[in-house]
């Protein structure tokens, strides 16, 4: 085909594609929100956010003073020996892009392993397969569900390789209750995902558990109200509160998870069907959970299982011992976010390639101008280079 006829094929290819394709090279488009709709917004909407956000602050300082006693909180020590300790750590990262013909999903995950500050390897990668998803109404959630399920499994391969003193998680050890099932119904793929992804972590656990490997999940992000709700305050967060009641290098005596959790109810069922002694499956699913406050920052939550609570505290030694004070977070955790997280300029730098191949494609005369619609964006939404990382899940 020459050039004259692919740029009159070019033209021919639908507008809604073309102004997709072509923005990314464009500045953002300008807001045109009337100012009276903006003063509500950000004037008189913004006044009434501090208000309610003093009234919220005093009610957490005078929650304190009843506190007393109610709440044990332990102290770390820094101990570089702890320090030196190999340790194992995973994340996940995914970032897909939804099109108004299918979603196509972006994930990865990579495990690392450190001693004090050293990597002292190469990381060891898992990626995502390259799909389409055009049924799937849960798309963000089965994305995110699978990162987690890879995360596993190159966690268990990590262990295999590495013979780590400690294995860290950046994120729960168990898969997020938003990620459930849901009641009104799932498709068969994404109920097929979430049960395998459950395995992969029931098998994690039980390799942890088999070699006496003290494993624990570090999550930076968390909503939970456990400790506020057993207090009497279930309209506050944990990490609200505590991060008046904790000083740096402290942590509070862990606490379980209940066992009504619908996400430990899953998780026994899978090990029953693995054939999981009884005795076991209290020891990896009697999931306990702290908060520890090793920076300049609210405090994160630790997750452990009930047989690794006797290592509680040199994990949280080896945690706070390599944090960075600004930040808290423990070099190896911060090390392997790094690596694996999944921006919006790499997914739309992907974006682009499946763009770029698909015209030519065009351009060869396998595919049509107008079949270039498969490739636009859900209507409203826009992407750019400079867009901002979605939050994982």
Known sequence: MGEEDFRERFRR???AFREQYISVLGEAEEETLHPDLYSRLVDDGTDMIVRKLREYNEGRRSLLKSLRGRIEVR???QDEDIASLRVVASDAGNNGADFRSAFIPLYASAAISAEGWKIIDDPIFRVGDPEIW????RSHD???????????EVTAEAIEIWKPKYVLLD????VNFWLLPSLFGSTREYEEDFNSTVTRSVELLLKCYEEDIPIAGFVKRTRMNDICAEVGVPKMRDTALLDLLLNLGEYTAPRPISARNPVIDRYRRVCQNMGVPEGQIDDILGIHFSYIKTGLTTPFRLEIPRYCLN???????LIFTTSEEESGIPFVINEVD????ITATTSNIRTLMIYSKMLD???RGEMAPEDMNLLALQYGESWVLRDGERLKA
Do not use: M, W, Y
């Open 171 to 174: 994120g729960s050890l168990l």
């Open 134 to 137: 055009p049924d799937e109404f």
């Open 142 to 152: 089965r994305e995110s569900l699978l990162a987690s399920k890879i995360q596993f």
């Open 338 to 341: 790094n690596i694996t997280r």
């Open 361 to 363: 494609l065009v351009k």
């Open 75 to 77: 102290r770390l020590v």
């Open 311 to 317: 290592s509680l505290d040199e994990v949280g030694t």
């Open 13 to 15: 290819i639908p507008p």
